[in-house]
């Protein structure tokens, strides 16, 4: 009999986000997998397991931030076959992901190849970004009848605008390298005051900025950002 693959989302950033079935499978799993980017020092997803997975063994999964597909490719193919060796061992194996498994991460890439392949598989959703913002800002994601589109921030600013102006609502993810440019875009189309940002969202460096003018320069990777056309 072959283990069993979990994908695990272990929340935003706050260890106490963890769901209960996430923790239970952790205690249970015999290997954690954990993606790291090359030359990463440290693991924050990991950080947040950590008290639950003492003395298991670790899998460290090199998936690079790079736009070069065949690189990511060979990455994903690379992981894939690793974690494939322990489930024929009858290993379950939890592949831990910040956030929630289905939304931008990269357990998706890995995961896709075993399903189709007939391994015994789980997802156990987590708390993702969009969610945490909004409970930290106090303000709804999308209500009643309102549209909401959840999309990456380093997509082009021409595409950007097409889903703003074609929806109610709109988070946006991963902005913070080309923040200067996006909030041109939303003063362009009169949304600045429509705009609420979290950076590091229910992390130690949580930073609020209600008044999204007053961002820095330097803004950290895990930046989220909702527009809420109905509070312009």
């Known amino acids: 009999m072959t283990g069993t693959f979990y994908g695990i989302g272990v929340g935003p950033g706050d260890p106490e986000l963890l769901t209960l079935k996430g923790k239970r499978i952790l205690e249970e799993c015999d290997i954690i997998a954990t993606p790291k980017t090359k030359g990463e020092k440290d693991s924050t997803a990991l950080n947040i397991v950590a008290p639950y997975i003492r003395g298991k063994e670790l899998l460290e999964l090199i998936l690079p931030m790079t736009k070069d597909r065949q690189k990511l490719l060979e990455a994903w193919e690379k992981g894939t076959r690793e974690i494939r ?22 357990f998706m890439y890995v995961f896709r190849p075993l399903k189709e392949a007939g391994y015994p598989w789980e997802i156990v959703p987590g708390v993702n970004a969009p969610s945490a913002t909004a409970a930290v800002l106090g303000c709804g994601l999308s209500d009643w009848k309102e549209s909401l589109a959840i999309t990456a921030a380093t997509n082009d600013l021409e595409m950007l605008r097409e889903t703003i102006a074609g929806h109610d609502n709109t988070v946006l993810m991963k ?33 609020v900025y209600r ?14 950002a909702i527009i809420r056309k109905g509070q312009k």
């Not at 060796?85 to 990269?106: M, Y």
């Not at 902005?175 to 940002?197: F, P, R, V, Y």
């Open 175 to 207: 902005g913070a390298g080309k923040w200067s440019d996006i909030a041109a875009l939303l003063k362009e189309m009169d949304l600045t005051d429509a705009t609420q940002a979290v950076e590091c969202c229910s992390m130690e460096r949580e930073r």
């Open 85 to 106: 060796a322990l489930l024929d061992q009858g290993k379950n194996v939890a592949f831990i992901t910040l956030g929630d498994p289905s939304l931008f991460s990269t």
């Open 211 to 224: 008044d999204i003018r007053e961002m820095p320069g330097e803004l950290s990777y895990f930046l989220t």
